[in-house]
């Protein structure tokens, strides 16, 4: 984990290191705002904690520059002046989380940390239909609340159909996106499958989600 530190005064710079580095994070230090802005354009850090008083381009001027680089980065604010205003201005510009100075600095670790964990959930993609979801990280299926057991094709199905939800589904085409074929097998594979997935993600749950379209192959849909 690699944390950028932008602040100009050297002893709060210096304060916020060593607290993180105690912590087992990597930390780079910057002073200024165009520093902190070349650096955080061109290293991938985990969380970029930045002041909004500094000297030339201000804090608020590099997140707003990161965000149109898209620099998706999760940005901790630090601020003197806790005005409303401020954080208000630093939340529309694109900033993850906001900490009014002074501040203890178990207090920005364990904020720093939290992002660290919101950064790492993004790179997980939740499908959700409903209330039918599908994390394509951990592949585990919920609905309502329920976690719904899936054999590795039938979570292939599931994500198909959840990726495209809304749009009809062909035969042809799950057995291409689903099973590889690029050849019509002739079989009813693709019913057997839809018939075990309706099972688990509908027969007990409402509304039913999984749609069939009369001779042409199946939808997932919301709404009936
Ligand atoms: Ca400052």
């Known amino acids: 984990m690699r944390i950028l530190v932008v602040e100009d005064e050297k002893k709060t710079a210096s304060f916020i290191r060593k607290a993180l580095q105690a912590e087992s994070f990597a930390v780079d230090v910057c002073h200024n705002g165009d520093d902190a802005l070349a650096a955080a ?7 970029v904690v930045l002041d909004i008083m500094l000297p030339g381009r201000d804090g608020l001027s590099v ?4 965000r149109t680089r898209k620099v998706s980065t999760p940005v901790l604010l630090l601020s003197a002046r806790g005005e ?10 694109g900033a993850d989380d906001y900490l ?6 178990t207090e920005l670790v364990a904020r720093v940390r939290a992002l ?7 790179k997980s993609t939740l499908l959700r239909v409903a209330d039918l979801t599908l994390d394509t990280l951990t592949h585990k299926a919920q609905r309502g609340g329920a976690t719904i057991e899936l054999t590795a094709r039938e979570y292939r199905l599931l994500e198909f ?7 009809p589904c062909g035969r042809m085409m799950i057995l291409e996106k689903v099973w590889d074929y690029d050849f019509d097998p002739g079989t009813n594979l693709v019913d057997v499958y839809i018939r075990r997935l309706r099972e688990k993600i509908d027969a007990n749950f409402q509304p039913k989600l999984l749609q069939t379209i009369r001779g042409s192959g199946y939808m997932l849909k919301e709404a009936p």
């Open 161 to 167: 159909l959840m990726g495209s939800a809304d749009r």
């Open 63 to 66: 997140l707003r520059q990161l």
């Open 100 to 105: 009014p100075k002074p501040f203890e600095l």
């Open 84 to 93: 409303v205003n401020e954080r208000v201005e630093g939340l529309n510009a």
């Open 41 to 47: 354009s061109t290293t991938p850090f985990d969380v």
């Open 116 to 122: 660290t964990r919101r950064g790492g959930e993004n």
